[in-house]
């Protein structure tokens, strides 16, 4: 049964609720999923779902954009109400008719709303009967799956399903484990708005489902297992430690006698310091304090092939669509708005957005403008872009203060050291970009202290203490092939004793398949609590960046021992410097773990530290190709 | 050679004058006088234009974190009650209204445009469309929910503070503590005294990066001294609310005073 229905303005004004499920909702579901769905331009996602002590629901919503209303149906996630969708879309049928901006209170749509839900369950119920129906006729196993599924847990349907377990006794067990996997799925994503790992799961469950009988079997008994991976402490020593005991022997290609000394690094003494130049450490003031110079002459070129792009289509739909520019089209449809949004998703993809945030992106413009009456002498694409644009800056927009300086200085105060954990897979530029961080500290009169974490990769250590000597900051290191959760705590506690405000942290690169890793960094970062765990990706990357940041999110939070698991602080975009203008990869790492770009890195040396321009990332996300353009047009 | 050029040029150049003068002359002077009252009054039209721009505009605006009660408080404005209640607000809302509590005077009251900002922070780009005609800012903060947001509360009014229309137009501020309500609600002279603390440790961090931040192009108070907010150019005044039991009489007075009846 439905937990409540609310009818709001986009303004923040509720108009109706429905009195008679008078339930007070606990927690407050409402503003959560406006804060983390329908802001965070996630409202082409089918559904949302919400947990407070006591209470898990679901919730579901449709907008009508013209008017700027947004209903919202609530109901407990166990359930699986069929007919919500239903009932939202005939109610805003019938509240829009209703509808008056001046009016505030709606007592008479009690009765209507009434009336509807009576249709809804009505017709909800007869499509349940004619689907069992169907049953005894085809033995798919897919479908009958899908209807115990929707037929378990609602109330008068429980004899039923039970009866229909019975007959086939080998599937009655996965019928009843179908619905707590269900909920243990979503348990484990619920609260990181990953609704599109979840309806994947599912996807992927109906198919085996379709394809045999001990196919569910095996499926179901993975599912447990990982389940229960989750649930237990696990301290497992990683498995690399017994590799490298074995030391690597030199290769001898020909009879060339043996070399004995390959290590050229200077033994470092006492003195070691004094040798280097100190100039080295000043080059000048860090691009982070540097005021970025917007070009002007780029927005003329945006506009000259935004027209272009509206010469593109056929001469015909030229002209009506001047014709309805003029005369201000009636409502937008989705068909009218998927050419504009295909070319916009086509234009995001040129620019390294990965594709499945593009798709996301386009669904939720498409939901916001869906039913909008377009104002006359605008074209559909301008206003496509137009709310494409908005969204876009609404995205890059920190949720949360980004001043380090400000978070370093409250520590400083409470007595503690600030640190920061840097993460990533291998080869993206932590260490160097920690050396930057440190340089840029540095200038603002902050004692900086590194700690190096990696004691796999040969030669990382020295890379520290080069990058230390240079800077002439402490290093604390306790060289190779030891745990680096304790060499990270030994760290902190040195810099509490020394009088350092922040430590570095470098950790290891990983792959974010590998579980062992990704063990031992979970490990590290709860044993050591860090204030700031930023994740290190590169512009380059591509489809990969959401594969790399939601495993990272889903392994840090699955993997952690404690109850309230740290995940993901911050994003450090490296390697800017060689993408031109293909800078979506900013845009699929914020979308997906919903961290703001605290640095970018675009050189490689002490000075290439930038904070991310929001309004240039999106001019460059927008602006169409003229080349593209021309083979259209051909 | 060049006196003669000369000589020659001053002799062409009064015989144009003469021409015109005689050429002015011979048009009636109906026409002068009209051509002379048109030009003339295009001129005063626009110094009054001009003036009346300069005008107080009637736009207050309403801003403050997510949460701290702004779109009750712009309902009990305008209609004296938040009708079933508010959510987040995901899009500004804009009325130009008489305030409800006027709505019994009698004679003519000049309406009010009140403006309420969503409070989140990826809305807040909305904030600067609305600044550039704004008469007065009132800020809202959660008195009950003071501490926990009180960082974030001093960014938000520091960002506000430093930003260039409202120091150039010296825009008056009021600090609304909302919720008084409640029994647990701080009072609003602690709560200004922490965001003055607040704000006078973000004003050492953000020197340090103010060359980098476009927006923040002035300093707040006196260097070397604690900040105050009497040290703000603009007027700051210190008030209470409670949107929900409709006791808005000092957030009246303050629209009152800066938009005149």
Not at chain 1, 257 to 272: A, I, Q
Request: charged share 25%; net charge neutral; proline share 3%.
């Amino acid at each position: 049964m439905l937990e409540q229905l609310l009818i709001f303005t986009r303004g923040g004004l509720i108009l109706w609720t429905c009195k008679e499920l008078g339930n007070a909702l606990r927690g407050s579901p409402i503003d959560t999923l406006i804060r983390s769905c329908l802001l965070e331009e996630r409202s082409g996602a089918a559904s949302y779902n919400y947990d407070a002590p006591g209470a898990s629901y679901t919730l579901k919503w449709t907008f009508h954009n013209e008017l700027g209303l947004v209903f919202v149906a609530v109901y407990q996630r166990i359930l699986h109400l069929l007919y919500v969708d239903d009932l939202l879309s005939m109610i805003k049928q019938e509240f829009s008719a209703i509808y008056d901006p001046k009016r505030t209170s709606y007592n008479d749509f009690d009765d209507i709303f009434q009336q509807l839900k009576k249709e809804a369950e009505a017709r909800a119920e007869e499509m349940k009967k004619s689907k069992q129906l169907g049953k005894h006729v085809n033995n798919n196993l897919g479908r009958k799956q899908g209807q115990v599924q929707n037929g378990s847990v609602d109330g008068g349907s429980k004899k039923k399903s039970g009866g229909e377990s019975g007959n086939d006794g080998g599937d009655g067990d996965k019928s009843r484990g179908r619905p707590l996997e269900n909920g243990n799925l979503r348990n484990n994503h619920v609260g990181k708005g990953e609704v599109p790992a979840m309806v994947n799961a599912n996807g992927k469950e109906n198919e085996a489902s379709k394809t045999g009988a001990f196919d569910l079997n095996k499926l179901q008994k993975f599912r447990s297992k990982a389940a229960k991976k989750t649930e237990t402490v696990v301290n497992k020593v990683p498995k690399e430690e017994p590799n490298k005991k074995i030391t690597k022997k030199n290769r001898v290609w020909d009879d060339s006698p043996k070399e004995s000394k390959l290590d050229f690094t200077d033994p470092v003494s006492e003195n070691g310091e004094q040798n280097i130049s100190v100039v080295a450490a000043d080059e000048g003031e860090s691009m982070m304090d540097k005021e970025e110079i917007i070009s002007s002459d780029s927005e003329s070129e945006e506009e000259e092939t935004r027209k272009d792009s509206n010469v593109d289509s056929k001469k015909k739909g030229w002209f009506s669509s001047m014709f309805q520019s003029i005369a201000g089209k009636a409502n937008l449809q989705k068909s009218d708005l998927e050419p504009a949004l295909k070319a916009l998703k086509d234009g995001l993809m040129t620019k390294n957005v990965a594709e499945e945030i593009a798709e996301k992106l386009c669904e939720s413009v498409a939901a916001s403008l869906e039913g909008k009456r377009l104002a006359s002498f605008t074209r559909i694409t301008s206003t496509v872009q137009a709310a494409m644009e908005e969204a876009l800056v609404r995205i890059l927009t920190p949720r949360r203060s980004i001043d380090i300086l400000r978070d370093v200085h409250a520590a400083k105060e409470q007595g503690k050291p600030y640190v920061v954990v840097f993460v990533g897979v291998n080869g993206v530029g932590k260490s160097t970009n920690l050396a930057k961080v440190a340089y840029w500290l540095l200038q603002h009169n902050v004692n900086v202290m590194m700690a190096a974490c990696d004691t796999f990769r040969s030669g990382a250590v020295e890379q520290l203490r080069t990058h230390a000597r240079r800077l002439q900051i402490p290093i604390f290191e306790k060289g190779y092939e030891k745990d680096p959760a304790i060499v990270a705590k030994e760290a902190i506690q040195e810099a509490s004793r020394n009088g350092s405000d922040v430590v570095l942290v470098d950790t290891a690169g990983r792959m974010q398949d590998n579980e062992p890793l990704m063990r031992t960094l979970s490990k590290l970062i709860y044993v050591n609590s860090p204030d700031l765990v930023l994740f290190v990706g590169e512009a380059l990357v591509g489809n990969d960046a959401v594969d790399q940041l939601s495993k990272f999110n889903q392994k840090l939070g699955d993997l952690s021992p404690s109850p309230d698991p740290r995940l993901i602080d911050g994003i450090l975009l490296t390697k800017f410097d060689t993408i031109d203008d293909k800078v979506g990869a900013a845009l699929s790492m914020v979308y997906i773990s919903g961290a703001p770009v605290m640095f970018v890195g675009c050189g490689q040396s002490y000075t290439d530290l930038k904070k991310l321009n929001v309004k240039s990332i999106v001019k460059a996300l927008l602006k169409l190709e003229v080349s593209r353009l021309m083979i259209c047009r051909s | 050679m060049d006196e003669e050029k000369m000589e020659k040029l001053k002799i062409q150049l009064q015989q144009l004058l003469n021409e015109a003068h005689e050429f002015v002359q011979k048009i009636p002077p109906t026409q002068i006088n009209v051509a002379i009252a048109v030009v003339l009054s295009t001129i005063v039209l626009f110094l009054i234009i001009r003036l009346f721009k300069r005008k107080s505009s009637n736009t207050i605006v309403l801003t403050g974190l997510s949460g701290s009660g702004k779109t009750v408080l712009f309902y009990q404005l305008r209609d004296g009650s938040s009708h079933l209640g508010t959510v987040t607000s995901m899009e500004p809302n804009e009325g130009t209204f008489v305030l409800h509590s006027e709505l019994t005077k009698n004679g003519k009251v000049k309406p009010v445009h009140v403006v309420d900002v969503p409070g989140h922070s990826r809305l807040r780009p909305k904030l600067d469309e609305f600044l550039s005609q704004a008469a007065g800012i009132v800020f809202v903060v959660d008195a009950v929910e003071f501490l926990p947001n009180v960082r974030a509360a001093s960014e938000y009014l520091y960002d506000l503070l430093t930003k260039a229309s409202v120091v150039k137009k010296k825009i008056p501020l009021l600090l609304l503590c909302n919720k008084v309500d409640k029994v647990t609600a701080h009072t609003k002279d602690f709560i200004r005294k922490q965001l003055e603390k607040e704000i006078d440790k973000l004003r050492a961090s953000r020197t340090a990066l103010s060359s980098a931040d476009i927006s923040n192009e002035y300093t707040l108070g006196v260097p070397g001294e604690a900040f105050a907010f009497h040290q703000c150019s603009n007027k700051i005044t210190v008030a209470e609310a409670s949107g929900l039991t409709s006791d808005i009489s000092q957030l009246e007075q303050f629209i009152r005073e800066y938009v005149k009846a």
